[in-house]
T-cell receptor, first 114, second 114 residues
Framework: SAVISQKPSRDICQRGTSLTIQCQVDSQVTMMFWYRQQPGQSLTLIATANQGSEATYESGFVIDKFPISRPNLTFSTLTVSNMSPEDSSIYLC???????????FGSGTRLTVV | GENVEQHPSTLSVQEGDSAVIKCTYSDSASNYFPWYKQELGKGPQLIIDIRSNVGEKKDQRIAVTLNKTAKHFSLHITETQPEDSAVYFCAVLNPKTSYDKVIFGPGTSLSVIP
């Protein structure tokens, strides 16, 4: 199955700053997905990143707040911009794992905004 | 859009007993139904999945049943062990025009009491 490395694993940031989260996959994948998991909650899809095109954002999420890069088939970044305490969450990337037949998740980035 | 509900939200069982978690969905076009286990501080891990052309699937102590007509599917864990304690999420894959979208249920916190 695909192995996903996500960095950083956790961070504490000042409000008003931005944080870029990296997601590296050990195999080439077409789609990469970014999720947010607020404390004690389920996973909510932020956007889908397809290499070579603009990311597709879900309702309630905008590119200015969550810009995404997808420079190649194994890597993506999600930036959380102009952070506020409400952005404190776990951010996870995911890929469709053709070897396993499902969707694999990274271990997540636990973000705390103070 | 697709709506996924999950019950119960919390479940406590004695070690060795069985646990059942049920999910319902709204869109009959959904065709893939995975279950994820999330332990504290980790990303969700796929434990079993089922596709819409199958009614039941079993993997050792874990099984999933699907009722497409009623639009619900259930996770069954037999002979529960303390290490089964975690949050379990059902999910539904809803095919869209440009990409498949995985929508998660709200989660069930399972506690297995030794």
């Amino acid at each position: 199955s695909a192995v996903i490395s996500q960095k950083p694993s956790r961070d504490i940031c000042q409000r008003g700053t931005s944080l870029t989260i990296q997601c590296q996959v050990d195999s080439q994948v077409t789609m990469m997905f970014w999720y947010r998991q607020q404390p004690g909650q389920s996973l909510t899809l932020i956007a889908t990143a397809n290499q070579g095109s603009e990311a597709t954002y879900e309702s309630g999420f905008v590119i200015d707040k969550f810009p995404i890069s997808r420079p190649n088939l194994t890597f993506s970044t999600l930036t959380v911009s102009n952070m506020s305490p409400e952005d404190s969450s776990i951010y996870l990337c995911s890929v469709e794992d053709h070897g396993m037949g499902g969707y694999t998740f990274g271990s997540g980035t636990r973000l705390t905004v103070v | 859009g697709e709506n996924v509900e999950q019950h119960p939200s919390t479940l406590s069982v004695q070690e060795g007993d069985s646990a059942v978690i049920k999910c319902t969905y709204s869109d009959s076009a959904s065709n893939y139904f995975p279950w994820y286990k999330q332990e504290l501080g980790k990303g969700p891990q796929l434990i079993i999945d089922i596709r819409s052309n199958v009614g039941e699937k079993k993997d050792q102590r874990i099984a999933v049943t699907l009722n497409k007509t009623a639009k619900h599917f259930s996770l069954h864990i037999t002979e529960t062990q303390p290490e089964d304690s975690a949050v379990y999420f059902c999910a539904v894959l809803n095919p869209k025009t440009s990409y498949d979208k995985v929508i998660f249920g709200p989660g069930t916190s399972l506690s297995v009491i030794p």
